[in-house]
């Protein structure tokens, strides 16, 4: 399985990371996880492209993960490309329909199906199979972990990749990530700062700490500028806690994953 962070960045802006977008691709499937603005840029510098994609699979519904959907849809339907589903938490199909509704030429133009998943059930998209956690965030959010198709989603000796979406750091979803290859998680905030909805390196430390799962390498996404320069001191943090593979994701890093 390749992993390609297309973007590691959040709601502000540095001029050097995309939203948040992660491109999946095992074989000849390819799926894209959130679609914040740049991930369709990101896409476009990736051999897979836009036009590529067999699902895109959304944790939650904050502009910095959806702003590059609808762009997707056009870009897709200019390109000539086949269907695509979208999925997410409850909601998700009312978004996809309220967005086209306002450029509503689109709406009979696009290949688009979509579908509302929970935390309940196992589900398949673009060639994954998945399950998902609810986490601790403002609003509603699924974390995933994700297999190829075929494969049990759970700890097997399938390569998995776990992607924490927005949230609090806490034990209990640590624990639903044991056995991933990869780990894609929140630290949007250097120590310091007082925020609540994202975890600071201390408190993903403290939670890797109290967690028994078995991780293999985590990577720490959604970075806010106020983390540019704390880089070192962040890894730092967490290393007093935590002994395992703490390192921070940087857009374009792709990882293939045995």
Not at 158 to 174: H, R, W
Request: proline share 5%.
């Amino acid at each position: 399985m390749r992993v390609t962070f297309l973007g590691t960045g959040s709601a502000m802006p540095t001029g050097e990371r995309f939203q948040t977008g992660i491109l999946l691709e095992q074989g000849g499937d390819k799926l894209l996880v959130d679609c914040g603005s740049g991930a369709l840029q990101g896409l476009a510098r990736t051999p897979a492209g836009y036009e590529g994609i067999d699902g895109v699979l959304l944790t939650h519904h904050h502009l910095d993960h959806v702003a590059d959907l609808l762009p997707l849809l056009k870009a897709r339907w200019l390109a000539g490309s086949g269907e695509v589903t979208v999925a997410g938490p409850s909601g998700t199909t009312d978004l996809v329909d309220d967005m086209l509704s306002v450029h509503d030429y689109l709406a009979e133009k696009v290949a688009v199906t979509t579908r509302d998943i929970d935390a309940t059930t196992e589900f398949e998209i673009g060639g994954f199979a998945g399950r998902a956690a609810e986490t601790r965030h403002s609003m509603p959010c699924l974390a995933y972990r994700l297999t190829p198709a075929g494969s049990v989603p759970g700890p097997t000796d399938q390569p998995t990749v776990g992607y924490s979406g927005d949230t609090e750091a806490f034990p209990e979803l640590l624990d639903f990530f044991d056995g991933t290859a990869v780990l894609a998680h929140d630290c949007s905030f250097p120590d310091g700062i007082d925020v609540s909805n994202h975890p600071t390196p201390a408190e993903l430390g403290d939670a890797l700490a109290e967690s028994d799962a078995e991780l293999g390498r985590v990577y720490l996404i959604h970075l806010y500028p106020h983390t540019d320069g704390e880089h070192d001191a962040m890894l730092s943090s967490i290393a007093d806690r935590y002994d395992g593979d703490v390192r921070i994701a940087d857009d374009g890093l792709t990882l293939d994953i045995g």
